[in-house]
Antibody, heavy 119, light 108 residues
Framework: QVQLQESGPGLAKPSETLSLTCTVSAYSLTTDYYWAWIRQPPGKGLEWIGAISHNRSPNYNPSLESRVTISLDTSKDQFYLKLHSATAADTAVYYC????????????WGQGTLVTVSS | SSELTQDPAVSVALGQTVRITCQGDSLRGSYASWYQQKPGQAPVLVIYGKNNRPSGIPARFSGSSSRNTASLTISGAQAEDEADYYCNSRDSAGNQGLFGTGTTVTVL
């Protein structure tokens, strides 16, 4: 059964880059599934950040596109999120997930990791 | 429109039926997925496609859709169904994801 696990610093400074890694177990990243990042600010709803699939360009949320980079390393079974120029509004629980499409049907999720943006 | 709108909260008596709705233009072209999220936990997919349940999801969960509205029905709600529920779909272009505003279900 596929498992996903987020990792990375729990604290990022304003104006710096927030960086997270998702490690995937028991499933190959070279299949047609999409690998997505989704976040949830404290007490608020879910927000799709973007997704990537093997040999395809990533898709991003238009509201974040200018600051986001998602990449994939199939040799390490990992995919990554970089969110540049972080602000306090980026404080959230960040989830990685497997999607049947780029934007929907996320059938496996990591446990989530809280990232706080603060000086 | 790139939004999916849900009622903020709904309550249901134990053993009764509750329907949660999700409205948005993107639903005219793609089915909604539905997720259940309990406090401190990651969301869990409960319905996808026309009306499909992943393995392990009870049969009391069902989905339907009409025009720009998708619905999740819990038939015979149990105490463990108390949670936040989110709908999700692709946008009209098909590449981006949208999540609904979320509905808190309380089982009385």
């Amino acid at each position: 059964q596929v498992q996903l696990q987020e990792s990375g610093p729990g604290l990022a400074k304003p104006s710096e880059t927030l960086s997270l890694t998702c490690t995937v177990s028991a499933y190959s990243l070279t299949t047609d599934y999409y690998w997505a990042w989704i976040r949830q600010p404290p007490g608020k709803g879910l927000e799709w950040i973007g997704a990537i699939s093997h040999n395809r360009s990533p898709n991003y949320n238009p509201s974040l596109e200018s600051r986001v980079t998602i990449s994939l390393d199939t040799s390490k079974d990992q995919f990554y999120l970089k969110l540049h120029s972080a602000t306090a509004a980026d404080t959230a629980v960040y989830y990685c997930a497997r999607g049947y499409t780029s934007g929907s049907r996320f059938d496996s999720w990591g446990q989530g990791t809280l990232v706080t943006v603060s000086s | 429109s790139s939004e999916l709108t849900q009622d903020p909260a709904v309550s249901v008596a134990l053993g009764q039926t509750v329907r949660i709705t999700c409205q948005g233009d993107s639903l005219r072209g793609s089915y909604a997925s539905w997720y259940q999220q309990k406090p401190g936990q990651a969301p869990v997919l409960v319905i996808y496609g026309k009306n499909n349940r992943p393995s392990g999801i009870p049969a009391r969960f069902s989905g339907s859709s009409s025009r720009n509205t998708a619905s999740l029905t819990i038939s015979g709600a149990q105490a463990e169904d108390e949670a936040d529920y989110y709908c999700n779909s692709r946008d009209s272009a098909g590449n981006q994801g949208l999540f609904g505003t979320g509905t808190t279900v309380t089982v009385l």
